[in-house]
């Protein structure tokens, strides 16, 4: 997918006076986007919301981006054709940069299954903290979950393009934490992602 520019010309990117060290001396942690990657049934949405609960309860700012909940408003426009699902990462990591700059902690829930939508969405945060969080849970191990029978309707044909069964899913080669969530309890994963982010201590 080509880059996008903006369409409207004699734009300026606003800097406001509030710097990324002084929201991080507010909030007491650093601005980042922690973005979650793995196949439907792996454990995402479930670690994202246990990992933000956690957060949160630590007296950090964190927030889920989900990725049903986002198709539900600002990306309702979009299918799952692999245009689509580019534009759907495109606009999610647009936003997470947002959040990132805000000094927000924001955890995405995503199957993004191309590496170059991944890439292009790290290369969108520049000088904020963007980790890639790959969710390393078995096709098989997900497919007997398959809490929402999506695995089961896309074996029979009444699902297209679904990613591990009729579309592919590029796994992350060097994501800076894997988690494995068919061999560790949920408290683990979440425990193992705020260590490698260097909250394992009270945020306040």
Not at 58 to 85: C, T
Not at 152 to 162: Q, T, V, Y
Not at 179 to 185: E, F, S, Y
Request: hydrophobic share 40%; charged share 25%.
């Amino acid at each position: 997918m080509a880059e996008q520019t903006p369409r409207s010309a004699n734009i300026t990117w606003h800097h406001g006076h509030v710097s990324a060290q002084q929201r991080a001396k507010v909030y007491g942690h650093p601005g980042m986007t922690l973005w979650l990657t793995g196949l439907s049934g792996s454990g995402k949405s479930t670690v994202a919301r246990a990992l933000e609960a956690e957060l949160v309860s630590r007296g950090a700012h964190a927030y889920v981006l989900d990725g049903d909940n986002v198709r539900h408003g600002l990306n309702r426009d979009l299918g799952f054709a692999p245009e689509d699902r580019a534009e759907n990462i495109r606009r999610v990591g647009e936003v997470a940069r947002l959040f990132a700059d805000a000094g927000v902690i924001c955890i995405t829930a995503f199957i993004s299954p191309y590496q170059a939508d991944r890439d292009r969405v790290r290369a969108l945060h520049d000088t904020l903290s963007f980790r890639e969080v790959f969710i390393d849970t078995p096709l098989e191990v997900c497919e007997a979950r398959d809490p929402k029978g999506l695995y089961k309707k896309a074996r029979s044909g009444e699902i297209g393009n679904f990613t591990g069964i009729s579309a592919p899913y590029e796994a992350p080669q060097n994501a800076e934490i894997v988690v494995h969530t068919d061999q560790h309890t949920l408290q683990e994963c979440v425990a193992q992602i705020i260590d490698a982010i260097g909250m394992n201590a009270p945020t306040t």
